[in-house]
T-cell receptor
Framework: NAGVTQTPKFQVLKTGQSMTLQCAQD?????MSWYRQDPGMGLRLIHY???????DQGEVPNGYNVSRSTTEDFPLRLLSAAPSQTSVYFC???????????FGNGTRLTVT | AQSVTQPDIHITVSEGASLELRCNYS??????LFWYVQSPGQGLQLLLK??????LVQGIKGFEAEFKRSQSSFNLRKPSVHWSDAAEYFC??????????FGTGTRLQVTL
């Protein structure tokens, strides 16, 4: 049982480049979300989705875009990378609003 | 504003000693509350959760937490710490279990 799978594990981008962080879950979870983790700041919610075709913004959505075309996948797009987006990104999923989150192992992104 | 506060950035305990990690929350109603643990380079693993009911909740790895409404606290405890418990611990809360606000984390060091 793979759980929540994130790819890539590491990525280096130059300022202005775009890329997509992939997230897939095999637990048939309706709810999926993206967090970023920065030292001393805990995890902050970027975007989330309560089901296929439905997305919404979290606490820090600027510079990121998401879509949810299937239940399994929830990619996070960086439109034009900036050094401030250097962070560790975590994808998480759950059965619904009353269920605990299951986290992937993260993607470490560096923007130079 | 809704928030979760972990006042201790770093704690060091001796192996075999007891542990208490502090967490305070600020929500209008009783939130869903969680403790997660993160080992280096890994995602977050759920230790325990509180939704309602019994205010003392048991989790995995011998951890427990007590919800105290009067003190707006949800402190994590363990009677006897093992060296393998060294990690970063995050308290999180939300009006719904899947849209979490995280504290800034407490790094636990265990000395032998």
């Amino acid at each position: 049982n793979a759980g929540v799978t994130q790819t890539p594990k590491f990525q280096v981008l130059k300022t202005g480049q775009s890329m997509t962080l992939q997230c897939a879950q095999d637990m048939n979870h309706e709810y999926m979300s993206w967090y970023r983790q920065d030292p001393g700041m805990g995890l902050r919610l970027i975007h989330y989705s309560v089901g296929a075709g439905i997305t919404d913004q979290g606490e820090v959505p600027n510079g990121y875009n998401v879509s949810r075309s299937t239940t399994e996948d929830f990619p996070l797009r960086l439109l034009s990378a900036a050094p401030s987006q250097t962070s560790v990104y975590f994808c998480a999923s759950s059965y619904g609003s009353n269920s605990p989150l299951h986290f992937g192992n993260g993607t470490r992104l560096t923007v130079t | 504003a809704q928030s979760v506060t972990q006042p201790d950035i770093h704690i060091t305990v001796s192996e075999g000693a007891s542990l208490e990690l502090r967490c305070n929350y600020s929500y209008g109603a009783t939130p869903y509350l969680f403790w997660y643990v993160q080992s280096p380079g890994q995602g977050l693993q759920l230790l325990l959760k509180y939704f309602s009911g019994d205010t003392l909740v048991q989790g995995i790895k011998g951890f427990e937490a007590e919800f105290k409404r009067s003190q707006s606290s949800f402190n994590l405890r363990k009677p006897s710490v093992h060296w393998s418990d060294a990690a970063e611990y995050f308290c999180a809360g939300a009006g719904t279990a899947s849209k979490l606000t995280f504290g800034t984390g407490t790094r636990l060091q265990v000395t032998l």
